[in-house]
């Protein structure tokens, strides 16, 4: 004769009164893994978002929000370089909502002297004030292209601007920092 | 602006990126980068932000990755509860929905069919128990007037349809 089959009271309004309805997504890495990923992806993403927003507090904040954000996202495990990338894209995209906040303005709309007081506080050196004369779209892809090394297409992935745009876009701001960075080191060679 | 670019600039680039530059350049590209704008932008720019970035990451204040671990694993936690809450309101919506349609069905059929269950109210505390068993044969006999039947039957059926759509929408 069959057993007949418990009748919890689970099995009847399963996932709500045991207590499993509060079913908590996986994080996309363990904790130790996730350890290991902080350490070597922190410092870089700090480097780009203070030297981008010119603010270091800011940087902190976002860098923060970033990694909380990235453990809380579900994504395809691709690897430590798809991760970084994804965490990078993660930050630019809350940079460009904190530069859209206060003003609603579309961030290629936002002059260059608005970034520059804060930028130049705490860059001493010679790229400081010329990238604060950049627009923060150009330094995004500057920082992406020349600090991290990334290429078109993960400026693109990162960004979110079409491949083809990144090129043009990138070649204008190099040639535009470069001419800055030229005069600047003349003007420091000229100083006593 | 012209968008032109010198056939030495992926070779430049490629010593930049591995941190040889200039030291493992050949001397004859040295002197190309030196004479051509485009090469030259390249390596100035690109030298100048890897300065920047091993300068700007040596000063980066790195936290303990335990809080932000606990404050994602505290985020997803609240996401969880918030999209269990959805369904649960949902049928609870739809369950008010369904009683107030019945209650408003309810009160139109006794305006039609006379509010001869409010008179049994009425005389209910002088005679008891006796007109219990009148109401009780009544509904039996007389289908059309049955409050108390008609009651619990679709309170339960409200309470039923509530639970089927909060599983169907915790099944999604």
Redesign the interface.
């Known amino acids: 004769m069959k057993e007949p089959l418990p009748m919890h009271r689970e099995s009847v309004l399963p996932n709500v009164l045991a207590g499993d309805a509060l079913r908590v997504e996986e994080p996309p890495m363990d904790s130790d893994a996730f350890a290991g990923f902080y350490e070597r992806s922190a410092r870089p993403l700090w480097a780009y978002l203070a030297r981008v927003s010119g603010d270091t507090a800011l940087a902190d904040d976002l860098m923060q929000e970033s990694f909380v954000r990235f453990l809380c996202a579900q994504q395809p495990e691709e690897g430590e370089v798809a991760d970084r990338r994804y965490l990078f894209r993660i930050a630019t995209n809350l940079l460009r909502d904190h530069w859209r906040r206060p003003r609603t303005a579309s961030i290629e709309e936002l002059s260059e002297e608005l970034f520059a007081a804060s930028a130049s506080s705490d860059q001493a050196d010679v790229l400081g004030p010329a990238l604060a004369l950049m627009r923060p779209r150009e330094r995004q892809l500057l920082w992406l292209a020349y600090a991290e090394g990334y290429t078109h297409r993960e400026i693109a992935e990162v960004t979110g601007l079409a491949t083809a745009s990144i090129r043009l876009l990138l070649f204008r701001a190099r040639h535009k920092i470069a001419n800055l960075l030229r005069e600047q080191n003349s003007t420091l060679r000229r100083q006593p | ?1 012209i ?1 032109s ?1 010198c056939s030495h600039e992926k070779e430049v680039a490629e010593l930049l ?1 591995r941190g040889q530059w200039p030291a493992a350049c050949a001397p004859e590209l040295r002197a190309h980068v030196s004479a051509c704008r485009s090469c ?3 390596a ?3 030298t ?6 091993s ?9 303990s ?2 809080t ?2 606990w ?3 505290l ?3 609240n ?3 918030e999209r ?1 809450g959805k369904p649960i309101l949902g049928a609870q919506i739809f369950a008010l929905l369904i009683n107030l349609f019945v209650v408003v069905g309810l009160l139109v059929y006794q305006a039609q069919h006379g509010l001869g269950w409010l008179i049994w109210l009425a005389q209910l505390p002088q005679a008891g128990t006796q007109h219990i068993d009148k109401l009780w044969t009544s509904t039996l006999l007389n289908p059309g007037w049955s409050p108390l039947v008609l009651i619990p039957a679709l309170a339960t059926l409200a309470l039923l349809a509530g ?1 089927v759509v ?2 169907a929408s ?1 099944r999604q």
């Open positions: 602006m968008l670019s990126r030259g932008d390249l100035l720019v690109a100048s932000f890897q300065r920047a970035r300068e700007a990451a040596g000063a980066a204040p790195i936290k990755p335990g932000l671990w404050r994602a694993q985020r997803r936690r996401a969880a509860v269990i639970v909060y599983l915790d």
